[in-house]
């Protein structure tokens, strides 16, 4: 089993930046991508990012050239750095990890950000 733990959520005004932070339990062995969602009031959760444990980036395109997903394989842990934020990104933002080994998937509980005008 493998807990992640989101953070650095907040409130912050349009155009402003945040950078949200997801700590897994322990290491992932084998191929892995982790990457993040969001679920605004009233909308289904879609996906905003991921990163694969070999590096490559995907990114949804209402974020692209906004949003910046990395990784720490060291800490174990997956960055979204989000600058020229909107008042649209406003949601709650979840960690994703899927293990292509096992075949497991995991979510964190989220975080919330709020963009204000």
């Known amino acids: 089993q493998v807990q992640l733990v989101e953070s650095g959520g907040g409130l912050v005004q349009a155009g402003g930046s945040l950078r949200l932070s997801c700590a897994a339990s322990?290491?992932?062995?084998?191929?892995?991508?982790m990457g993040w969602y969001r679920q605004a009031p009233g909308k289904e959760r879609e996906w905003v990012a991921r990163i694969f444990s070999g590096g490559t980036t995907n990114t949804a395109d209402s974020v692209k050239g906004r949003f910046t997903i990395s990784r720490d394989n060291a800490k174990n842990t997956v960055y979204l750095q989000m600058n020229s934020l909107k008042l649209e990104d406003t949601a709650v933002y979840y960690c994703?990890?899927?293990?292509?080994?096992?075949?497991?998937?995991?979510w964190g509980r989220g975080t919330q950000v709020t963009v204000s005008s």
């Open positions: 322990r290491s992932i062995f084998g191929a892995n991508a």
């Open positions: 994703n990890l899927v293990s292509y080994l096992s075949g497991s998937e995991y």
